[in-house]
């Protein structure tokens, strides 16, 4: 997982014949090699020879049998020997698939747990040695549905894609952009793999390779790597593929009746249940696939996995579904799929029959899972996790509300101030509502609290459809007071008397970026994408962002004098310049929006906990805020020029446009002290007031507020 190229370096390259003996200095070795199982038997017996007797062993196999990779060795390396079954980009895909065979120790199977857990960022589900495991099996169960209907159904393959992905609550590559994705010739050989494995399976001719998916790798047509499979960009056009011609056609209408108004429900399980009622055509396939799906789903337990969370796990961390096919199951209605399977005489597994005997209603219940004759035991979680679902449904945690955020009690003393609005943007009700609660944290007997949310992403900062409207109705006086109020803010946080850390995950934006930077605490989770972006709407940071963004530049330099700060400088203005956003937490603190102090998390999961607990061991130690910056090295007017003329090239290597190259010069007037001709020494209020001078007057310009308009409408910048 390379966040940065720092962090690349740490690879040390090698090849099987001069430097296999470096594997003997290794505590855990991974096999990659060809899916051949002779061969990697072979390299098996090659590694019992070499490694130490308390190395792992693990194979990253798909399609092989597990046990029969370690056959024949001695039993302290079957003992230490397991499948890690890794999904593909495995930075971005969250399963980590453990397959112990019956050799392996307990005690290895945790510790590569733990392992998987805390240091990978995994979600880790333990899975059978049954072919292609659990989400593979259950995942190219459903691309083969989604091509049947394309061949046999009339479905066009931009129906399909539209019917499963987003709207179903899975990702935008959907079926058919996923098998390009992925490789068709891949799609194949797991097919003709699978199928002679899994004789007993009640659906096993649906893993017969489609004489479409042949025809297509016979010619080489292999998906994204050939540049086309299913899909074929041509010029500009999106193309796809004709089952009966074989040739690639524009886009026909798509004919799923009224399925935008579906698309619009925001409520997934409410909408799932609109697909299912749909009379149409895209109800008619969703209930058809679902239907198979689920029932595929409930027939492969116990054979592949023992609890319904292993399946569901499976497909929401290695496939990106948002519910896994068990949570569909009860957002549907249990009783009603039931009736509909036994209607349409799909397979249900004497499990599930047993279930309605018992009178169960659904597989989840008051954060249960059904196991068996009528017993729900907990949910499963890791230790270290904080489950917001969980503490809000006993009323009392909830210490503090309004319409778009509230105060929730994490216990022990630790209090979660929560963003609700719309893109956890910091709308005037978010603002208002974190002033009031940190007046309740400082009077009432709270250790600390965490700022964060159990969203994807922490915060897209500004509410710009406010900020534009306040623009254009010429409110310019309401604008700078609530500008002058979120600085106030954003300083009242960084030197509060109580601990405040920022527990951040995903995108955090703008406004967003300010608030973390305000935090003097901050637990990030390793996919934090984080940038001080408003150049991009025709704004600069006006929250303090800058002034911290100064700071830090000084900071990293050895001392105050001006040409060591200016590298630093340099960089910082290019950062907010080109509105820069991180690629992870690591790379945020190489370009200073996360301090050097952060606590990165590989699994974004654990980041409420770990900020919990960075506020119980700051409060027993005796907490102090950061002590007062009155002090900022400015280098004034020679550093501006110098900021300016980097902005001049960029301009005329056609890289900003005369407007970006205009903000940037309003960026480098606050970054270097305004007025100031030579390097000074100034308070933190210096660089606010210089801020909130220079963003009121950018809100008025016309190219500031087409950014806004465009940005509102397209979610995308404009470079005017």
């Not at 309605?356 to 009528?374: D, G, I, P, T």
Request: hydrophobic letters at 40%; a negative charge; glycine letters at 8%.
């Amino acid at each position: 997982m390379f966040f940065t190229e720092k962090t690349a370096r740490r690879v040390i390259p090698g090849n099987f014949d001069d430097h296999f003996h470096r594997v003997a200095e290794v505590d855990w070795v991974i096999e990659a090699v060809v899916e051949n199982l002779e061969i990697k038997q072979q390299l098996m017996q090659r590694l019992e020879e070499t490694i130490r007797e308390d190395t792992l062993i693990s194979t990253n196999t798909s399609g092989l049998p597990i046990h029969a990779i370690a056959q024949g060795h001695s039993e302290s390396f079957r003992k230490r020997f397991l499948g890690t079954h890794f999904f593909n980009p495995p930075r971005y895909l969250k399963l980590l698939e453990l397959i112990p065979t019956p050799d392996t120790d307990p005690q290895v199977l945790e510790q590569m747990k733990w392992f998987g857990q805390i240091h990978l960022g995994k979600g880790v589900v333990i899975a059978k040695d049954t072919p292609n495991f659990i989400a593979n099996r259950i995942g190219m169960f459903v691309t083969m549905l989604g091509i049947k209907a394309s061949t046999e159904q009339g479905y066009t393959i931009e129906e399909i894609d539209t019917l499963t992905g987003e709207i179903a609550g899975r990702p935008k590559s959907a079926t058919f952009r996923t098998a390009d994705l992925v490789g068709l010739d891949t799609l194949m050989y797991v097919a003709y793999n699978l199928y002679p494995a899994i004789p007993h399976d009640e659906s096993r001719e649906m893993f017969r390779v489609p004489k479409v998916l042949k025809k297509l790798v016979e010619t080489g047509t292999l998906g994204a790597k050939t540049g086309q499979g299913f899909y074929k960009k041509q010029e500009s056009q999106i193309l796809s593929l004709n089952p009966e011609t074989m040739g690639y056609e524009a886009a026909r209408p798509i004919n799923l009746g009224d399925i935008e108004a579906i698309r619009k429900i925001p409520d997934l399980k409410e909408r799932l249940r609109a697909l299912y009622n749909d009379p149409g055509r895209a109800g008619e396939f969703f209930r058809q696939s679902t239907l198979a799906i689920l029932s595929y789903s409930a027939n492969r337990i116990p054979e592949i996995a023992d609890c319904v969370t292993d399946v569901d796990r499976a497909m929401r961390w290695g496939f990106g579904w948002e519910l896994g096919p068990f949570e569909i199951w009860d957002a549907l209605g249990f009783e009603r799929v039931l009736a509909d399977m036994k209607a349409a005489n799909i397979p249900v597994p004497e499990w599930v029959e047993t279930m309605q005997q018992m009178c169960a209603k659904s597989f989840y219940k008051n954060h249960h899972v059904y196991k068996s004759e009528l017993h729900y035991t907990p949910l499963e979680t890791s230790t270290d996790e904080i489950d917001l679902n969980i503490i809000k449904t006993n009323s009392d945690n909830v210490l503090w509300q309004n319409p778009e955020a509230a105060l929730l009690n994490l216990g022990d003393g630790v209090v979660l101030y929560e963003f609700r609005s719309k893109g956890n943007t910091l709308s005037l009700n978010v603002v208002n509502g974190l002033a009031e609660v940190l007046d309740l944290l400082e009077t009432r007997n709270y250790k600390g609290m965490v700022i964060g949310n159990g969203s994807a992403h922490f915060s897209g900062g500004a509410n710009l459809a406010e900020m534009g409207m306040m623009a254009q109705s010429g409110q310019f006086d309401a604008i700078a007071r609530l500008i002058v109020q979120f600085q106030s803010l954003m300083q009242r946080i960084h030197y509060f008397p109580k601990p405040i850390v920022a527990a951040v995950q995903g995108r955090a934006l703008g406004g967003g970026c300010e608030l973390v930077m305000a935090c003097p605490q901050v637990v990030a989770a390793a996919e934090t994408y984080i940038g001080l972006v408003e150049l991009g709407v025709g704004l600069i940071p006006g929250a303090g962002g800058i002034m911290r963004m100064v700071a830090r530049a000084t900071e990293r330099a050895l001392t105050e004098t001006p040409s060591q700060i200016q590298p630093f400088l340099r960089q910082a203005f290019e950062t907010i310049a080109m509105a820069k956003v991180s690629n992870s937490a690591y790379e945020a603190q190489e370009l200073g929006y996360l301090p050097c102090n952060a606590r990165i998390v590989m699994d974004g999961d654990r980041r409420l906990a770990v900020a919990k607990a960075e506020i119980l061991h700051l409060s027993q130690i005796g907490y102090a805020p950061p002590p007062e910056q009155n002090s900022i090295m400015v280098l004034g007017r020679p550093t501006r020029a110098m900021l300016e003329h980097a902005a001049y090239v960029f301009n005329q290597g056609g890289y900003a446009s005369e407007y970006d190259r205009y903000l940037a010069g309003r960026l480098a007037y606050v970054m270097t002290g305004g007025e100031l001709t030579a390097p000074s020494l100034v308070p933190e209020e210096y660089l606010l007031q210089l801020e909130r001078e220079t963003f009121i007057p950018l809100l008025s310009q016309p190219k500031t507020q087409e950014r806004i308009a465009y940005m509102l409408k397209t979610k995308k910048p404009l470079r005017n």
